[in-house]
């Protein structure tokens, strides 16, 4: 009994590893100070995001890039972030409140290794992406200047899914997700920039 009561608690740590996602604070450790300390060693890099100056393209985009990762694939949880950080405003005005937006939605490192043990992956599908109405009044609340011409909001929902393995049996789970992208185009750059995203789940409505 007592061995079956073991691998009860196991499976179940196993399921909730997939299950679990980021924001408030659990998928990143509070004690987590300055920038994770990973190998040096070459790792393979994700996919790069291609230029575009259709908003809405870039958005799809930035929103399956910041859920989509492999523990399999030798990357690491920085690697994905570099990548929506490196498609952030080149001004570097932005830049450490993006990157501290990105780690928000990527697991940390203690997290990361656990869910490298069941070989999780993660993959977003879309359902919705709009303008949402508080972004009108936004723009209109800015001060002048407080805007870059070509800023836009959209908000995203859609479904987060993990699937990973366990005792060589597939492991699936999903959970619904919505979040704001803050992306800014054309005139203000040749191809669109990531400038923030919402908090998980708290997005613009």
Same mark, same amino acid.
């Given at each position: 009994?007592?061995?079956? *009561?073991?691998? &009860?608690? /196991?499976?179940? /740590? !196993?399921?909730?590893?997939?299950?679990r996602g980021p924001g408030g604070g659990t998928e990143s450790s509070p004690s987590e100070?300055?920038?994770?300390?990973?190998?040096?060693?070459?790792?393979?890099?994700? +996919?790069?995001?291609?230029?575009?100056?259709?908003?809405?393209?870039?958005?799809? %985009?930035?929103?399956?890039?910041?859920?989509?990762?492999?523990?399999?694939?030798? $990357? !690491?949880?920085?690697?994905? !972030?570099?990548?929506? *950080?490196?498609?952030?405003?080149?001004?570097?005005?932005?830049? $450490?409140?993006?990157?501290?937006? &990105?780690?928000?939605?990527?697991?940390?490192?203690?997290?990361?290794? %656990?869910?490298?043990?069941?070989?999780?992956?993660?993959?977003?599908?879309?359902?919705?992406?709009?303008?949402?109405?508080?972004? $009108?009044?936004?723009?209109? %609340?800015?001060?002048?200047?407080?805007?870059? !011409?070509?800023? #836009?909001?959209?908000?995203? #929902?859609?479904?987060?899914?993990?699937?990973?393995?366990?005792?060589?049996?597939?492991? +699936?789970?999903?959970?619904? *997700? =919505? @979040? #704001?992208?803050?992306? #800014?185009?054309?005139? =203000? @750059?040749?191809?669109?920039?990531?400038?923030?995203?919402?908090?998980?789940?708290?997005?613009?409505?």
């Open positions: 009994m007592a061995a079956a *009561v073991v691998v &009860v608690l /196991v499976v179940g /740590v !196993a399921i909730f590893g997939l299950a100070t300055g920038s994770p300390s990973w190998s040096t060693a070459p790792r393979p890099q994700p +996919e790069q995001l291609a230029d575009t100056a259709d908003s809405e393209v870039f958005a799809r %985009q930035v929103a399956r890039a910041l859920f989509t990762w492999d523990t399999t694939s030798g $990357a !690491a949880p920085i690697d994905y !972030a570099q990548v929506l *950080v490196e498609a952030g405003d080149p001004t570097g005005t932005e830049t $450490a409140g993006l990157a501290s937006d &990105v780690r928000s939605y990527l697991p940390a490192p203690d997290v990361w290794a %656990q869910l490298s043990r069941y070989r999780t992956r993660q993959w977003l599908v879309i359902d919705t992406l709009e303008v949402p109405d508080a972004w $009108a009044d936004a723009q209109e %609340q800015a001060a002048p200047g407080q805007l870059l !011409a070509g800023t #836009t909001a959209y908000t995203a #929902t859609g479904t987060r899914h993990r699937a990973g393995t366990w005792d060589g049996e597939r492991v +699936e789970a999903e959970q619904a *997700v =919505s @979040f #704001t992208l803050f992306v #800014t185009c054309r005139p =203000s @750059f040749e191809y669109c920039r990531l400038l923030r995203l919402s908090e998980l789940n708290n997005p613009l409505h």
